[in-house]
Nanobody
Framework: DVQLVESGGGTVQPGGSLRLSCEYS????????IGWFRQAPGKEREGLAC????????YYKSSVKGRFTISIDNAKNTVYLQMNELKPEDTGEYYC?????????????????WGPGTRVIVSS
């Protein structure tokens, strides 16, 4: 079974940075996609970025492009989300999710497996 676990959340001041980690296991094949998602209080879950395990190609939601960077360390089975210039509106629960094909999608409904989430609070 595919399992994903997020870590690295916390409280940070506006303008600060955080790096989230997603440790994963259980993918049957070498090609899969890991995505990062956010659910702000009272809002629907939205996709932020995803990465293809086979070649490291990535895709971003336009509103985070340039501030957030997704990367993968296949040796550690870990995907990272480096978040810079954080804003109060970045506050929310952050999830990683997996999909056992190579794709560029941030559609929540396309992802099969999800981690439990890690909370990020951006506040002064």
């Amino acid at each position: 079974d595919v399992q994903l676990v997020e870590s690295g959340g916390g409280t940070v001041q506006p303008g600060g940075s955080l790096r989230l980690s997603c440790e994963y296991s259980g993918f049957v094949f070498d090609t899969y996609t890991i995505g990062w998602f956010r659910q702000a209080p009272g809002k629907e879950r939205e996709g932020l970025a995803c990465i293809d395990s086979s070649d490291g190609s990535s895709y971003y939601k336009s509103s985070v492009k340039g501030r957030f960077t997704i990367s993968i360390d296949n040796a550690k089975n870990t995907v990272y989300l480096q978040m810079n210039e954080l804003k109060p509106e970045d506050t929310g629960e952050y999830y990683c999710a997996g999909l056992e094909i190579a794709t560029e999608t941030l559609d929540v409904d396309e992802y099969d497996e999800w981690g439990p989430g890690t909370r990020v609070i951006v506040s002064s």
